[in-house]
T-cell receptor, first 114, second 114 residues
Framework: ETGVTQSPTHLIKTRGQQVTLRCSSQ?????VSWYQQALGQGPQFIFQ???????GRGNFPPRFSGLQFPNYSSELNVNALELDDSALYLC?????????????FGEGSRLTVL | AQTVTQSQPEMSVQEAETVTLSCTYD???????LFWYKQPPSRQMILVIR??????QNATENRFSVNFQKAAKSFSLKISDSQLGDTAMYFC???????????FGTGTRLTVIP
């Protein structure tokens, strides 16, 4: 099995810009979710995609959006970046039918907004 | 609201000794799953152990076991025979029903001392 891979690993943006983060799910997994982990905090659920549609969303504004592709890779897009968006963004994949909450995480993309 | 509280920001333990990490949670739901995830420095978060709330028997995975007290909404993790590789951030989390959107605590940084 290949693991979950994310790119880029680090990036720096300025306030107001837009960013796209990418994730390649673990082989055989059909669900992907994204989490934001601010410094010193636990991860917070952003949203989840299953069969290329969003099927769950946390308390994040619409400027956080995503896509899931037929090969189960995924993107997280954030528009109009704010300083508070600085965080580690984690992608996690899973398989519907497997144990609930059993997620396989990538190493994350660390975003710094200046 | 669903919340997870980890009251121990940092802990340390001597190699080969036993350590217990605390976690309390709050939900009004009856069907949920509890987890401990481990996040080693600069590495992927991985699932350590999982507990279904409807099961009275405490989950065990090799050196890792939990003490699940449903009435008290407490879910502690015991690590026996601690090893240097156990050094990591440990996050307590839960999810409702069969969903994959996890609610995480703020984590406990565990250091295993040689």
């Amino acid at each position: 099995e290949t693991g979950v891979t994310q790119s880029p690993t680090h990036l720096i943006k300025t306030r107001g810009q837009q960013v796209t983060l990418r994730c390649s799910s673990q082989s055989g997994h059909n669900t992907v979710s994204w989490y934001q982990q601010a410094l010193g905090q636990g991860p917070q659920f952003i949203f989840q995609y299953y069969r290329e549609e969003e099927n769950g969303r946390g308390n994040f504004p619409p400027r956080f959006s995503g896509l899931q592709f037929p090969n189960y890779s995924s993107e997280l897009n954030v528009n109009a970046l704010e300083l508070d968006d600085s965080a580690l963004y984690l992608c996690a994949s899973s398989f519907v039918g497997r144990g609930a909450g059993e997620l396989f995480f990538g190493e994350g993309s660390r975003l710094t907004v200046l | 609201a669903q919340t997870v509280t980890q009251s121990q920001p940092e802990m340390s333990v001597q190699e080969a000794e036993t350590v217990t990490l605390s976690c309390t949670y709050d939900t009004s739901e009856n069907n949920y799953y509890l987890f401990w995830y481990k996040q080693p420095p600069s590495r992927q978060m991985i699932l350590v152990i999982r507990q279904e709330a409807y099961k009275q028997q405490n989950a065990t995975e090799n050196r890792f076991s939990v003490n699940f007290q449903k009435a008290a909404k407490s879910f502690s993790l015991k690590i026996s025979d601690s090893q240097l590789g156990d050094t990591a951030m440990y996050f307590c989390a839960f999810t409702l029903g069969g969903a994959n959107n996890l609610f995480f605590g703020t984590g406990t940084r565990l250091t295993v001392i040689p």
